[in-house]
Nanobody, 124 residues
Framework: QVQLVESGGGLVQAGGSLRLTCAPS????????MGWFRQAPGKEREFVAA????????AYTDSVKGRFTISRDNAKNTVYLQMNSLKPEDTAVYYC?????????????????WGQGTQVTVSS
């Protein structure tokens, strides 16, 4: 059983910061990258950021570039999403996911394991 456990969500005012953490546990699994997605009420789940385990290659959706930073700590087997200059439109449930099939980072279908999600609410 593979589990991805997210933490770090919460309520913050616009302009504030939060750091999300994703810690995989359970049986060992292979993944090409780890990603963060988000889903706002009434909207589809969308790609936010991703990072490879081996090369440290990162990718971001345009709306978060310059504000969000994805990073990893291989020793702790943990992935982080530092979110700065938060905006009300960043409000969503944020999900950590493991990319188990090769493909574009933004392709949700290439992610085989998902966390339960953590709520991020940004007030104006």
């Amino acid at each position: 059983q593979v589990q991805l456990v997210e933490s770090g969500g919460g309520l913050v005012q616009a302009g504030g910061s939060l750091r999300l953490t994703c810690a995989p546990s359970g049986r060992t699994f292979r993944s090409y990258a780890m990603g963060w997605f988000r889903q706002a009420p009434g909207k589809e789940r969308e790609f936010v950021a991703a990072i490879t385990w081996s090369g440290g290659v990162t990718a971001y959706t345009d709306s978060v570039k310059g504000r969000f930073t994805i990073s990893r700590d291989n020793a702790k087997n943990t992935v982080y999403l530092q979110m700065n200059s938060l905006k009300p439109e960043d409000t969503a449930v944020y999900y950590c996911a493991a990319q188990t099939v090769a493909g574009p980072f933004s392709n949700i279908l290439t992610y085989g394991y998902w966390g339960q999600g953590t709520q991020v609410t940004v007030s104006s």
